[in-house]
């Protein structure tokens, strides 16, 4: 597929963040345009440990004023590789790294957010903490995929990547 681009005017870039108001061609040749960002990647991990379990974070997020939750995750902005990203964010959110990670799939957002989630499976976790980042509170939770789920679904803000990772994988077992 080709995308004709007839302009883009730059409007903000800094703090890993780009806007721009972008032009592109519908098929009948009308211009559509949208405001567009880009921000760095993110991971998300599904780690389930021995039982069979997945760990899940109640993690309080200050801009929100609630506790909600979610997947370990983290963006993409440390490291170039996906999957070094994956097992950094792992160790320092869960206290586990994963002797058997693996890349599962990527998601997007919507077309005017140019980012992608990319998730990981982890099996064989070992403890191996990392100091948690200052700016974070995490609670770690030893869950069953259904009730993983149902905690997500059921936040006060609701996930969007934590939601699609936990179902999709409920679906391809």
């Given at each position: ?69 979610m997947l370990p995750s983290g ?52 403890q191996s903490r990392l100091p948690q980042d200052e700016d974070e ?37």
């Amino acid at each position: 597929m080709v995308v004709t681009i007839l302009r883009m005017t730059d409007l903000y870039e800094g703090h890993g963040w780009k806007l721009w108001i972008e032009e592109a061609v519908l098929p009948d040749g009308r211009p559509s345009s949208m405001v567009r960002a880009r921000r760095p990647d993110s991971v998300h991990i599904l780690a389930f440990t021995d039982k069979q379990k997945i760990l899940m974070l109640r993690e309080y997020r200050a801009f929100y004023g609630q506790w909600i939750w979610m997947l370990p995750s983290g963006r993409v902005d440390k490291e170039t590789d996906l999957l070094q990203t994956a097992q950094r964010e792992l160790q320092e959110e869960t206290g586990y790294i994963s002797d058997d990670i693996r890349f599962w799939c990527t998601s997007s957002h919507t077309e005017s957010v140019v980012m992608s989630n990319h998730f990981f499976i982890a099996k064989k976790l070992r403890q191996s903490r990392l100091p948690q980042d200052e700016d974070e509170l995490i609670e770690v939770h030893d869950l069953s995929l259904d009730e993983a789920i149902e905690k997500v679904l059921h936040s006060p803000v609701i996930p969007t990547p934590s939601a699609f990772g936990l179902l999709r994988y409920a679906q391809n077992i």
